[in-house]
């Protein structure tokens, strides 16, 4: 039996989409990598600057541009088309520019057989995976963004910085909006199998004094801190998907905050939203629903509210 490649397209030749296609690169998870941009010249230029690293990893890959056929024979699509994020702009303000983007990729695509997952990390990130997935007509599994995945990250980061511990041994979520209204569920926040509240109780001097809503403001706020200083994320949102593909690829069953379909989990329906899931070979695997206080209930379902307010604009 031989031995099959990985084919990944990342349709979005910018920073971020490069970044993803970088750090697939770097961590072994993909042997062809394909881009398709509007700017055909951007695109080949990308590829080619990717193509020089290879000469430095230690396996090969092929990394090229293409045309909309690639999807057809891709395990993995990135969406990753899109203008960047302006200071001072939320995820929402988005909405227009991207819709209007995404009408015309998935106009390419429409019609095409689709056999691959679809991962966007295109903002806004929920709403754009709604609008993919009904115009392609794939299933919710196999059509999701990252969502709350890098959001979650940026969490595991604050609450290592303010209790110094070893972010590693924090496992913690957002949930909700990738955008200023996403929620933390600080009941389900565990650091090395003991609840957070649990170490501050116990441990008052270090750790009572933390404060939660603030920890929650500056969670939902990195993302305007690293565009006002330096005008794009890219680093963070190319080793979320890449963690994402890896899953998918080695088959882990990783338990990742990303934003699919909702059909009763929750008590949510018809809206995609950041929530814990098991990604495996066939995409989302499980959608986890983990308990939640009534006062997390009641964010949760603020933040849907939001994301499906902005899906009915559409």
């Known amino acids: 039996m031989g031995f099959k490649l990985r084919k990944i397209v990342i349709i ?12 697939l690169m770097y961590r072994g998870e993909v042997d062809e990598l394909v881009y398709i941009d509007i700017d055909r010249e951007k695109a080949y230029s990308q590829a080619l600057d990717l193509d020089d690293a290879v000469s430095f990893l230690p396996h090969q890959i092929t990394v090229r541009t293409g045309d909309y056929g690639d999807v057809e024979d891709a395990d993995v699509i990135v969406m990753a088309a899109g203008v960047s994020r302006l200071p001072g702009q939320t995820r929402l303000d988005m909405l227009d520019d991207s819709i209007r983007i995404m009408k015309e990729t998935a106009s390419h695509m429409q019609g095409l057989h689709i ?90 001097v270090r750790y009572g004094k933390l404060d939660l809503v603030q920890i929650e403001k500056e969670t939902a706020n990195a993302g305007h801190e690293v565009i006002e200083g330096k005008g794009s994320t890219e680093f963070g949102i190319g080793i979320a998907l890449s963690e994402i593909v890896r899953s998918i690829f080695h088959d882990s069953k990783k338990v990742l905050p990303v934003s699919p379909l909702l059909d009763g989990e929750y008590g949510q329906y018809g809206i995609h939203a950041g929530v814990p899931c098991v990604i ?34 559409i």
């Open 280 to 313: 495996g070979k066939d995409g989302i695997e499980q959608i986890i629903e983990i308990p939640l206080t009534d006062k997390e209930k009641e964010k949760f379902e603020n933040s849907c509210r939001v994301i499906r307010e902005y899906i009915s604009r």
């Open 115 to 204: 056999p691959g997952i679809l991962i966007s990390i295109s903002n806004p990130a929920d709403i754009v995976a709604d609008y993919l997935r009904k115009q392609l007509g794939l299933p919710r599994n196999r059509c999701f963004s990252t969502g709350t995945s890098l959001d979650s990250c940026r969490l595991r980061r604050i609450l290592s910085q303010k209790m110094h511990l070893d972010r590693n041994s924090i496992q913690a979520f957002v949930m909700g909006e990738h955008g200023d209204s996403q929620m933390i569920p600080f009941s389900a926040v565990h650091i090395s199998g003991k609840p957070l509240v649990q170490w501050m109780k116990d441990e008052p």
């Open 12 to 23: 979005g030749a910018g920073h971020v989409g490069t970044m993803c296609g970088l750090s």
